[in-house]
């Protein structure tokens, strides 16, 4: 399975971005599905999730109210949407696919089902 990122960039702060995420082959809908990113020197962390069923979904508070993940089952993609962009956001991110009963009640200590992606890089400037 491969993990495919892109939609990242370099935006001004209080920008937005979308990414995306496929796994050609690998059927995401029976996963629950996370984004997490890695900044240099830091480790990687979470940052939001959604359900297997796409109802619930969980975020860092660093980014809640600012970030919304979605899924599109017909098309074996999920998304990050992400307003309002400060600096501290900056990272690489990841996608991933975690167990199916997971993210229902946190985004904290997910497991991880799939290999890690290239990543795709978001800067943000001030």
């Known amino acids: 399975v491969e993990m495919m990122e892109s939609g990242g960039g370099s935006v001004q702060a209080g920008g937005s971005l979308n990414l995306s995420c496929t796994a050609p082959g690998f059927p995401l809908d029976d996963y629950a599905l996370a984004w997490y990113r890695q900044a240099p020197g830091k480790e990687r962390e979470e940052v939001s999730c959604i359900s297997f069923t796409g109802k619930i979904t969980q975020h860092d508070d660093s980014v809640k109210g600012r970030f919304t993940i979605s899924r599109d089952n017909g098309k074996n993609m999920f998304y990050l949407h992400m307003t309002s962009l400060k600096p501290e956001d900056s990272a690489m991110y990841y996608c991933?696919?975690?167990?199916?009963?997971?993210?229902?009640?946190?985004?904290?200590?997910?497991?991880?089902?799939?290999?890690w992606g290239q990543g795709t890089q978001v800067t943000v400037s001030s």
């Open positions: 991933a696919a975690v167990t199916r009963s997971e993210c229902k009640t946190t985004i904290r200590n997910l497991h991880v089902m799939t290999p």
